[in-house]
C-alpha cells in the first residue's frame, strides 16, 4: 500500500474531524428539537461563573456578546473516563475494504470522541485483533484527540489480512491496567465466539473481570445485518471465503439460510443472556444504519454513571 505524504495525512484527519463534528452536532441538534431531553452537551472551552470563585479565567469577550459571565474551562477538567476498544481483525473488513464494518466503527468511534471532548471527559484508545497492538492513556486534550485520530487512519488504511480475534486477552489486560472506574466500550463483530461455547465462557470471564473492577461495559455488536444476519444473497451458488483463516466453501443460499439463521438466532440469544447476567449493555450496530443510536446509548450509560 502507497504511504501518504504529509500533507494527505493531514487532510485525511481534517476530513475524520470534519464528519465526527457533523455527526455530533446533527445528533446534538435532533435532541434539542425531540422530547428526548436531559443530557449535558456543553462545549469543553467554556461553563457558567460560579459565584465566589476567582474571576482571572472569566472570558470578559463572551461576556460582552452574550450578558452572561463564563470561565474558561482547562482541558484537563474531567467528568469521567472511557475507553474505545477496536477490534481490527480480518472479519471486521467486510464485506469490503472502504465500506465495512472496520470503516463503521472508525467513524462511529471518531464522533464518540468528539462527544467526549465536548463532555470534558478523559477517552482512551485500544487497537486489537488477536492481540492488542496499540493502546493509550486516558486523556481529554485536542493534542490527545488527533493523535488517536491518527491512529483511527491508520486501522483503517491498513487493514489486517488473515488475522483472528482474541477479545478476552485484551479485556484482562483493561482490567488490569485500568484503575479508576471506567467506560469501556467496545466494537466488534463478536465473531470470534460464534457457535463456541468455550470462547464464549472465556469472553464472560474476562468481562466479569471489568465488572469485579467496577467498569461500566458496553458492546456494539457490528453487523451488516442485510447479509450477516438476514443472509440475504441471491438465489444462486456463492463462493464464500472466511476472512481471517482462508477456508473456502461453495453453497447456494438457498439450501442453508434456515439453518443458518436458526444456528445464529441460538448464538446471539446466548450471548445476549450471558451480557443481561453480568449487566452489559448490548447495542446492535448495523453498519448501514447511522451513529445517533451509539451516541445515544453513550450518553445515557453516562448520565447514569456521574
Not at 159 to 169: H, L, V
Request: aromatic share 10%; charged share 25%; proline share 3%.
Amino acid at each position: 500500500m502507497p504511504q501518504l505524504s504529509t500533507d494527505q495525512h493531514i487532510r485525511q484527519l481534517a476530513n475524520l474531524e470534519l464528519l465526527a463534528r457533523q455527526v455530533v452536532e446533527g445528533f446534538i441538534t435532533g435532541l434539542h428539537q425531540s422530547p428526548f431531553h436531559g443530557f449535558s452537551v456543553e462545549f469543553a472551552e467554556h461553563r457558567l461563573y460560579n459565584n465566589g470563585e476567582s474571576v482571572k479565567n472569566i472570558d470578559w469577550k463572551l461576556l460582552a456578546r452574550t450578558d452572561k459571565l463564563f470561565v474558561k474551562q482547562f482541558e484537563e477538567e474531567t467528568n469521567l473516563r472511557c475507553y474505545l476498544l477496536l477490534d481490527t481483525s480480518s472479519s471486521m473488513n467486510y464485506p469490503a475494504q472502504g465500506t465495512g464494518k472496520l470503516q463503521f466503527s472508525v467513524y462511529a468511534i471518531a464522533s464518540l470522541m468528539y462527544l467526549f471532548k465536548k463532555q470534558r471527559d478523559a477517552f482512551g484508545l485500544c487497537l486489537f485483533s488477536d492481540k492488542m497492538d496499540w493502546i493509550s492513556p486516558a486523556r481529554s486534550t485536542s493534542t490527545h484527540l488527533f493523535r488517536l485520530y491518527a491512529e483511527l487512519e491508520k486501522a483503517y488504511d491498513n487493514p489486517k489480512q488473515n488475522t483472528t480475534t482474541n477479545i478476552s486477552q485484551v479485556l484482562h489486560h483493561i482490567a488490569g491496567e485500568v484503575h479508576q472506574r471506567s467506560m469501556v466500550i467496545i466494537f466488534s463483530d463478536m465473531l470470534e465466539n460464534s457457535f463456541n461455547p468455550e470462547k464464549m465462557q472465556q469472553l464472560f470471564a474476562a468481562v466479569q473481570h471489568l465488572k469485579y473492577k467496577k467498569h461500566e461495559v458496553i458492546i456494539f455488536n457490528v453487523t451488516s445485518k442485510q447479509h450477516e444476519l438476514d443472509f440475504n444473497f441471491d438465489n444462486r451458488p456463492h463462493h464464500f471465503v472466511d476472512i481471517e483463516t482462508g477456508a473456502e466453501v461453495r453453497v447456494h443460499p438457498n439450501k442453508i439460510r434456515d439453518s443458518y439463521r436458526s444456528a445464529l438466532k441460538e448464538y446471539r440469544h446466548q450471548l445476549e443472556l450471558k451480557c443481561a447476567q453480568h449487566h452489559i449493555q448490548l447495542v446492535d450496530a448495523d453498519i448501514e444504519q447511522g451513529y445517533n443510536e451509539i451516541l445515544k446509548t453513550y450518553l445515557i450509560k453516562r448520565n447514569s454513571m456521574i
